[in-house]
C-alpha cells in the first residue's frame, strides 16, 4: 500500500511560478512511479509528468520546458515546480503511484487546485 498526501497549489497570475508537492509513505521512491495528472474543468484527466523508480522523468509537450519533477528520497517527497504557468495550466493537480514494472496507477493522493488568472 502507499498513501499519497499532496500539498501546495493556489492563485497565480500568468507567468508566475507554483510549486506542489506528493508527500509518500509505505514504499520508498525508488520502488515506485510517481506522476502528476491533471484535470481541467469540463475535460478529461491528463498526464503532467512523471518520474520513474530510476529517476527518469518524461513530461507531456505542453510542459516541457516549465515543469520540473523532481524527488527528494530522504523526505520520500517528489515535486513539480510550475514555472511560466499560463491560464490553460488551471487545473486540479493529482499525484499518482505505481510499483515499478506495473502499468496502472492504483494509488492517488488528494487534489490541489491551480488556478492561474491572465
Known amino acids: 500500500q502507499v498513501q499519497l498526501v499532496a500539498s501546495g497549489g493556489g492563485l497565480v497570475q500568468a507567468g508566475d511560478s507554483l510549486r506542489v508537492s506528493c508527500a509518500a509513505s509505505?514504499?520508498?521512491?525508488?520502488?515506485?512511479?510517481m506522476s502528476w495528472f491533471r484535470q481541467a474543468p469540463g475535460k478529461e484527466r491528463e498526464y503532467v509528468a512523471g518520474i520513474k523508480w530510476n529517476g527518469s522523468t518524461d513530461y507531456t509537450d505542453s510542459v516541457k520546458g516549465r515543469f520540473t519533477i523532481s524527488r527528494d528520497n530522504a523526505k520520500n517527497t517528489v515535486y513539480l515546480q510550475k514555472n511560466n504557468l499560463m491560464t490553460e495550466d488551471t487545473a486540479v493537480y493529482y499525484c499518482a503511484a505505481r510499483p515499478r514494472d506495473m502499468r496502472s496507477y492504483d494509488y492517488w493522493g488528494q487534489g490541489r487546485q491551480v488556478t492561474v488568472l491572465s
Open positions: 509505505g514504499r520508498t521512491l525508488d520502488s515506485i512511479d
